[in-house]
């Protein structure tokens, strides 16, 4: 998602590198259910002893939609990888 990327940019300099990389990338259609299902998939997460922020629970809704991996910083992805949820993550390395 486009607002998370832009939130984590620390000067304008990070930002025309960035958002000039994000230029090569397609823009995933949202789903229709994304909402319900971001909301199932956070109950499933408390289920499994885990609080997900809701921006990431959204996120991973959309990766799980449109089978595509997270290249993150972001360790909650991760967590509900290694709790059984379908989803495929890469950490990438903090600057």
């Known amino acids: 998602m486009v607002t998370e990327i832009r939130r984590g940019l620390r000067d304008d300099i990070d930002g025309?590198?960035?958002l000039h990389l994000m230029t090569g990338c397609h823009?995933?259609?949202q789903p229709d259910s994304l909402w319900e299902e971001a909301g199932a998939l956070g109950a499933l997460a408390r289920q499994r002893g885990m609080t997900i922020k809701t921006l990431d629970l959204?996120?991973?809704?959309y990766a799980?939609?449109?089978s595509v991996d997270i290249l993150?910083?972001?360790a909650d992805f991760m967590h509900l990888q290694n709790a059984?949820?379908?989803l495929h993550?890469?950490?990438?390395a903090a600057n």
Do not use: Q, Y
């Open 16 to 18: 025309r590198r960035i």
């Open 84 to 86: 059984g949820i379908g």
């Open 27 to 29: 823009v995933l259609s």
């Open 58 to 61: 959204l996120i991973a809704t």
């Open 72 to 74: 993150t910083t972001d």
């Open 89 to 92: 993550v890469t950490l990438a």
């Open 64 to 66: 799980l939609a449109h």
